[in-house]
């Protein structure tokens, strides 16, 4: 079974870029799909982007142009490029491996957008 490690997070201005990293340990790491979540104080933890075993990717609506998500199965990473970034983008942001039944959550990393 995978752990995970973000890092990355950070005060940013609005219109301004970060780029989230997930770290897994464990074996067969490129079986899983990644996903970014977060959650808003208040809100539900919400989809952000997934990555599948065959590169195939899936993106919220509101980060569509502005966000994109990879992984790197050799490094056994997974990373969030946010760019533009908007108030409304403040959150926790998690990252989460899946398989099957299996799904195995970091620990967070804020992101706070704000001038």
């Known amino acids: 079974q995978v752990q995970l490690v973000e890092s990355g997070g950070g005060l940013v201005q609005p219109g301004g870029s970060l780029r989230l990293s997930c770290a897994a340990s464990g074996s067969m790491f490129s079986i899983y799909t990644m996903g970014w979540y977060r959650q808003a104080p208040g809100k539900q933890r919400e989809l952000v982007a997934s990555i599948n075993s065959d590169g195939i990717t899936n993106y919220a609506d509101s980060v569509k142009g502005r966000f994109t998500i990879s992984r790197d199965n050799a490094r056994n990473t997974m990373s969030l490029q946010m760019n533009s970034l908007k108030p409304e983008d403040t959150a926790v942001y998690y990252c989460?491996?899946?398989?099957?039944?299996?799904?195995?959550w970091g620990q967070g990393t804020q992101v706070t957008v704000s001038s």
């Open positions: 989460r491996a899946n398989f099957q039944v299996l799904s195995v």
